[in-house]
């Protein structure tokens, strides 16, 4: 079974430049992340997608930082204009995990992808 | 707030030594709880997970964990460490009810060192 695919794995780019990042979740999962992580720190969830619609995007910085996934598969997370703060891992990661209602969600584990490594010069 | 704590940031251990790493929790309700590790380069793989019932569950690559409710922890062990065990461990935790603003929550992780 194919894991869940990221690239580029390697971005350098300067201050106010923008950069797009890819990810193709494992077939069949519903549930699409995207995480941030800085150097040291634990993943910070920036958005999850259920299929094609945004489950939480509380802590996306929205001014700077978009992400689509149209047809409920790929996912494209983009930065624009980057800033020297946005230097960390983009981790992509996929799960069978849905939200039924407001009540009750099934938990499930998450599949990672290797990560795109961005530094912002 | 809902939050996830790993005490120790690095963690270093003789090869064939014990290993217990410490993750607490803080949150309303018991949450689903995992742990992770993130090899140098890779992704997050899940090493296990708790869910409900046995409160000692085991996982991957020899290790276990116990969900503790008195004390909101849910440590990770393993009883003899091995070279290739060096690596990043995360705690997460996820709500079993879903409201606003809840998400999965990692902790900032536990760097193990294993020395020869």
């Known amino acids: 079974e194919a894991g869940v695919a990221q690239s580029p794995r390697y971005k350098i780019i300067e201050k106010r430049q923008s950069v797009a990042f890819w990810c193709n979740p494992i077939s069949g999962h519903a549930t699409l992340y995207w995480y941030q992580q800085i150097l040291g720190q634990g993943p910070k969830l920036l958005i999850q997608f259920q299929n094609n619609g945004v489950v939480d995007d509380s802590q996306l910085p929205k001014d700077r930082f978009s992400a689509e996934r149209l047809k409920g598969v790929d996912s494209t997370l983009k930065i624009q204009p980057a800033k020297l703060e946005d230097s960390a891992v983009y981790l992509c990661?996929?799960?069978?995990?849905?939200?039924?209602?407001?009540?009750?969600?099934?938990?499930?584990?998450?599949?990672f992808g290797e990560g795109s490594r961005l530094t912002v010069l | 707030a809902q939050s996830v704590t790993q005490p120790d940031i690095h963690i270093t251990v003789s090869e064939g030594a014990s290993l217990e790493l410490r993750c607490n929790y803080s949150y309303g309700a018991t949450p689903y709880l995992f742990w992770y590790v993130q090899s140098p380069g890779q992704g997050l793989q899940l090493l296990l997970k708790?869910?409900?019932?046995?409160?000692l569950v085991q996982g991957i690559k020899g290790f276990e964990a116990e969900f503790k409710r008195s004390q909101s922890s849910f440590n990770l062990r393993k009883p003899s460490v091995h070279w290739s065990d060096a690596a990043e461990y995360f705690c997460?935790?996820?709500?079993?009810?879903?409201?606003?603003?809840?998400?999965?929550?990692f902790g900032t992780g536990t760097r193990l060192a294993v020395r020869p």
């Open positions: 997460a935790a996820d709500p079993t009810q879903k409201s606003s603003g809840d998400k999965v929550t």
């Open positions: 708790y869910f409900s019932g046995d409160t």
């Open positions: 990661a996929s799960s069978l995990a849905w939200t039924r209602g407001l009540l009750n969600r099934e938990p499930g584990e998450l599949f």
